[in-house]
């Protein structure tokens, strides 16, 4: 039987593929190849071209490759973008969850590990999110994530579908060196385009309630994420007991200004980072304990910040 991955060609999705394969589980990616990489897929492992928005697609695919589940990757992923292109925010992620979740009760696929996110939180009126802090997102991106762990909790309620939604933020690292995080928007690879450019990295905002003026984060590393979504698939699959939604968190995070120290320790280039003026939908922090995947779902922070940037300053300088 096999796992399907949306967006398994994408940065994260691909690191999900290579743990599926680790694992001894049969993987197949489904992506349109809007952000993701064809050549991010690993030789041998099936490749549907198309969009979660297809959904006779999704629903000949699941047959023809004898889908046991879904882990669901694929999305439009940019907080700060998504305040400006909110309708296409909600067409990527609750529309096309919508239709994805549509072919599976249609091919009777009854499993699912969904790709939520810390965003669904907003600024937290506390240190440390649990699973039980409230939802306010701040974002259509944050409120499109929360919609689709709704979605999924409707179809458990309505046809008994198996469901877990992992919440987490700032993905960083590689895991597999042909396997980097190419995001227009993300962190990691601006600062390391800028570096490799001439140019010098910026920061945005350097006026938060923070200790040092930056956001502060959980900053994880993709190859422990992609640990915890086999973990999830793995349970689901057995019939074991699992919690609706599990936080992805490192328990204390790290700010936009340490990471900027970091990359220059690592990269051994020197630099001042320029203040840029904040993203719109950006929290001053989100930290978020990981104890109950820790207890379920093999989580743990197994990388360093430095090894998080090593592992990512290797992988885009070897590109």
Same mark, same amino acid.
């Given at each position: !039987?096999?796992? !399907? ?40 492992? #099936? ?9 006779? *697609? ?5 047959? %023809? ?20 292109? /909110? ?5 990527? @992620? ?9 072919? !599976? ?32 997102? %701040?974002? /259509? ?10 979605? *999924? ?16 933020? @700032? ?14 928007? @993300? ?42 979504? &086999? ?9 074991? #007991?699992?919690? #609706? &939604?599990? @936080? *992805? ?10 990471i900027m120290r970091t990359v220059a320790a690592v990269t051994g280039i020197g630099f001042a980072p320029e203040i840029a003026p904040r993203r719109p939908g950006d929290p001053a922090r989100i930290v978020a304990s990981g104890e109950l995947a820790a207890r379920d779902l093999d989580w743990a922070m197994r ?17």
């Open positions: !039987m096999t796992w !399907m991955v949306t967006g398994g060609a994408g940065y994260i999705g691909a690191h999900v593929v290579r743990a599926l394969g680790e694992a001894g589980l049969d993987p197949i990616v489904l992506d349109d190849l809007s952000s993701g990489h064809h050549e991010f897929v690993p030789e041998g492992v #099936p490749f549907v071209r198309g969009s979660i928005l297809d959904g006779e *697609l999704l629903e000949r695919t699941f047959g %023809e490759h004898e889908v046991e589940g879904v882990i669901h990757v694929a999305g439009f992923k940019y907080a700060g973008v998504s305040v400006q292109r /909110p309708l296409h925010t909600y067409a990527q @992620n609750v529309t096309g969850t919508a239709v994805l979740l549509a072919a !599976m009760s249609d091919a009777g696929v009854t499993r699912i590990v969904f790709s939520s996110s810390a965003a669904v939180y907003g600024t937290p009126d506390t240190d440390l999110v649990t699973e039980a802090t409230p939802k306010s997102p %701040e974002s /259509p991106y944050g409120e499109s994530k929360l919609i689709g762990e709704w979605l *999924l909790a409707d179809q458990g309620r309505a046809n008994g579908l198996a469901h877990t939604s992992l919440r987490y933020f @700032n993905v960083v690292g590689s895991g597999s060196p042909e396997v980097y995080d190419t995001s227009p928007h @993300n962190l990691f690879p601006l600062v390391f385009d800028a570096l490799l450019d001439g140019r010098t990295p910026r920061i945005n905002g350097d006026d938060y309630p923070t200790p040092d003026g930056t956001c502060v984060r959980d900053y994880i590393h993709v190859a422990d994420l992609a640990v915890s979504h &086999v973990a999830a698939a793995r349970r689901l699959a057995a019939g074991e #007991p699992i919690e #609706p &939604v599990y @936080n *992805l968190g490192s328990g204390d995070g790290v700010s936009v200004g340490e990388h360093s910040l430095t090894e998080m940037v090593q592992s990512a300053w290797q992988a885009r300088r070897d590109a």
